[in-house]
């Protein structure tokens, strides 16, 4: 799967689905302090699937109705990289076919898909 790892998200997560054969774009790594709209423009021209702890992307698609290729918002409360790594690929392992084009809000303990 191809993804952007915003770059709030870090770069241990983008690394991480690098590991796993993933088609990674880290902001963290090759764009530092863009804004969100050029990280959403970026995703959405090269097919990715964002990933990303910023609330703000939710205002982008739903109240701005920006396109995307699919939005995964991590809300967690522990926001270390090895939680967000082991929710990522909970999600990963239970979710992979249902991620495109979708707005997915993910915690610790429950999977949101909300239509956009």
């Excluded at 998200?9 to 690394?15: L, Q």
């Excluded at 993933?22 to 863009?34: E, K, L």
């Excluded at 990963?92 to 084009?101: T, V």
């Amino acid at each position: 799967m191809k993804f952007l790892v915003d770059e709030c998200t870090g770069p241990a997560v983008a690394r991480w689905l690098e590991e796993q054969g993933h088609d990674v774009f880290s902001v963290y790594d090759w764009a530092r302090g863009i804004d969100d709209d050029r990280v959403i423009e970026i995703a959405q021209v090269e097919g990715r699937i964002l990933i990303t702890n910023d609330r703000g992307f939710g205002e982008k698609v739903f109240r701005e109705r920006r396109p995307h290729h699919g939005v995964v918002f991590l809300r967690l409360a522990n926001e270390r990289a090895a939680n967000k790594i082991r929710v990522l690929g909970q999600l990963l392992d239970q979710h992979s076919s249902a991620l495109a084009n979708r707005f997915v809000a993910v915690t610790e303990t429950r999977v949101r898909f909300a239509s956009s």
